[in-house]
């Protein structure tokens, strides 16, 4: 029985992201199927994510797995044969974890103030953004990769927003490469791989869709 792989996405979200650079850094063959989060979520989607009712949800022989950094662990685990993504080392392992979670709770919702947000709130949104960038350019370090001299797990969790912080930064008005250069570079180093520039769409595309979400939720 031939195995089958789909994956339910959405095509700005960084999330989404992370299990199509996974899935391709592993060489699994998927289908991906575009939701209209918007407008019309499927009934596949509903009914395998009944919870959350959200993408990204990746279908591996009929069965789904929910959020992406929990994809991303499962397809290094059942695809273990090739690249491994997280350390092996128990230790090494939960500080990528961490990270990762530092990553969903810190940078997504400040990312989002700088376009949803305006006044005194936007000031403070760029300001803590700027500090999360500095944060995990800290963390960085002097390393090519996140994990060290290969990409791995923490370089596809935070990557998807490299696609993103063109937009942040023309409707927040403030720019984020003086203070996050090195960050910048590691962005640049990860799109020459095959796998992240076939995953991350235009960042002008992407400026666009925020325009359709600032007139869809009357934000000026």
């Known amino acids: 029985m031939a195995e089958e792989v789909i994956l339910l996405n959405f095509w700005p979200s960084m999330f989404g992201m992370r299990t199509m650079i996974a899935l391709k850094e592993k060489k699994v063959k998927y289908e991906h199927r575009e939701e209209d989060l918007i407008n019309n979520k499927s009934a596949l989607l509903l009914e395998m994510n009944p919870i959350y009712k959200k993408i990204p949800v990746l279908i591996h022989n009929g069965k789904p797995v929910c959020e992406s950094v929990i994809q991303v662990q499962y397809i290094d685990e059942i695809w273990s044969d090739k690249n491994p993504l997280l350390p ?27 376009w949803a947000t305006k006044g005194e709130e936007l000031e403070e949104a760029k300001k803590e953004f700027i500090d999360i960038l500095k944060t995990l350019q ?69 400026g666009g869709f925020i325009l359709q979400l600032k007139k869809l939720y009357g934000i000026e």
């Open 88 to 114: 092996k080392d128990p230790y090494q392992r939960a500080q990528a974890l961490f990270w990762a979670d530092f990553i969903d709770k810190k940078l997504y919702v400040c990312g989002r103030k700088t």
């Open 138 to 206: 800290s963390e960085l370090g002097d390393k090519p990769y996140f994990g060290g001299n290969s990409f791995g797990f923490l370089d596809i969790v935070l990557i998807g927003f490299y696609s993103w912080f063109p937009a942040y930064q023309k409707f927040g008005n403030f720019s984020i490469e003086p203070e996050s250069s090195i960050l910048m570079d590691w962005g640049k180093r990860c799109m020459e791989r095959e796998s992240v520039a076939t995953s991350l769409p235009d960042p002008e595309r992407i």
